[in-house]
């Protein structure tokens, strides 16, 4: 049984007065569709732009805007009970009205008076989502600050065309990006959030370069040879370091996945190609994850144009080995902890990987397994082996059971961790 860190959650939506309010309703129904039991807290401002019906609506739920009103006053103080009932509380969209009074503790309207009485132990997450000038005044930047120092997660608002008319940071980020947020911070509440600060604070100092997807060598200029990757493995990685604080690359090769989290993606199509990047970027990366799916060969000859079946009735084609990407990594390694993948069949797959983890002088191999259900290339889910050396000396190995490619990205970061002084 594959777990859903979503199933049977109570999670407070807090909606304030801004013109990306709309976009609370797609998340909103995400996490109803993702089993969540969603409590919607409007400030008064927020219903000139979202109805209180169709909030009430997706969220199959009553919503809260008077904190004076008779009818959430089901047990005397329902902030408090509703408080400590949830299990996560967002407010996306986060105005500077909103930002200010949470940092200074002004309780006059419900949602803000829900964001105070929170249990330390549940996270608070807040997406900022204003104009870029509002967004960069340094009264805002100071209740930024603030809140980040009292624990608060701050989501960084992403930087496009805005209400007004200019481009700049501001955007409230996608609904996929709140939903990485929230996953994330469920993780953590089950398990630890001392350990997310303590993440953080070693993530936010690194430098990390990540490789996702699969290359193609070209045949001539309208085939080539590939393999199935999605890049999923790799882009969640990124996202994952992201959300942890770190600055993060991601090279990727061919794939039809958007990537939200601020980060720059450095396209590229062939083994040569990718190389070329890595190793362009290596010397300033603190930890390199290589998660893509690099082909093994590449021919040893390309047709111009496009080859004619007509030409022949049987096409041989001659192959060369690709560079050795991993290996060279590891010839060259300095400081730098490099994480290597392994796609193995599930009898010889522990023995491959831990010939690759020595072979190529990794750090650590996240093992998986193209013959397993919940495994492999284009899936959402995965199942992973992490191995590796807990010091100079001692190794380690670690089964972990399915899981989203998001949940393993953090445990594959948080072993990660464990390697960093």
Wanted: glycine residues 6%; proline residues 4%.
């Amino acid at each position: 049984m594959v777990k859903n860190l979503f199933d049977g959650k109570n999670i407070i939506v807090g909606i304030t007065g801004s013109i990306s309010a709309y976009k609370s309703l797609l998340l909103i129904r995400e996490l109803h569709r993702l089993g969540a039991k969603v409590h919607p807290v409007l400030t008064p401002s927020a219903v000139h732009f979202v109805t209180p019906l169709s909030v009430s609506n997706l969220s199959k739920s009553q919503i809260i805007v008077d904190m004076f009103d008779m009818e959430v006053q089901r047990s005397g103080a329902w902030h408090i009970e509703l408080a400590h009932l949830c299990d996560l509380m967002i407010v996306a969209p986060a105005t500077a009205t909103t930002i200010a009074k949470i940092a200074n503790g002004i309780c006059d309207n419900s949602l803000v008076t829900l964001a105070t009485a929170l249990p330390k132990h549940t996270p608070l997450l807040v997406a900022p989502a204003m104009d870029t000038s509002m967004w960069l005044n340094p009264a805002t930047q100071r209740n930024v600050e603030t809140l980040q120092n009292n624990g608060v997660i701050v989501i960084p608002p992403d930087y496009g065309e805005l209400s007004s008319g200019y481009i700049g940071e501001g955007r409230l980020p996608t609904t996929q990006v709140l939903l990485d947020y929230i996953e994330t911070y469920l993780y953590f509440k089950e398990n630890s959030l001392e350990k997310a600060t303590q993440l953080r604070n070693k993530f936010k100092r690194l430098n990390i370069l990540v490789t996702a997807g699969p290359t193609y060598e070209k045949i001539d200029d309208v085939r080539f040879i590939g393999n199935f990757s999605s890049g999923k493995m790799g882009y969640a990685l990124a996202a994952q370091s992201r959300i942890l604080g770190a600055k993060v690359k991601l090279i990727s090769g061919p794939t039809k996945i958007d990537m939200f989290h601020n980060i720059g993606v450095i396209p590229v199509t062939s083994a040569q190609e990718m190389y070329s990047k890595v190793m362009e970027y290596y010397d300033h990366s603190d930890v390199v994850v290589m998660a893509s799916a690099v082909a093994d060969f590449t021919p040893s000859e390309k047709f111009l144009g496009k080859f004619k079946k007509e030409k022949t009735k049987e096409l041989v084609l001659k192959l060369k080995r690709t560079v050795d990407i991993l290996g060279e990594l590891g010839t060259k390694k300095q400081n730098q902890i490099l994480v290597g993948f392994a796609l193995e069949d599930s009898k010889t797959g522990l023995k491959n990987a831990w010939r690759k983890l020595l072979a190529k002088n990794c750090d650590m191999i996240v093992l998986n397994y193209f013959d397993k259900m919940y495994s492999g290339f284009d899936s959402d889910l995965n199942t992973i082996t992490i191995l590796g050396f807990a010091n100079e000396d001692e190794l380690f190995v670690a089964d972990f059971p399915p899981m989203s490619k998001n949940l393993c990205s953090l445990v594959i970061l948080e072993q990660i961790a464990s390697l960093i002084n």
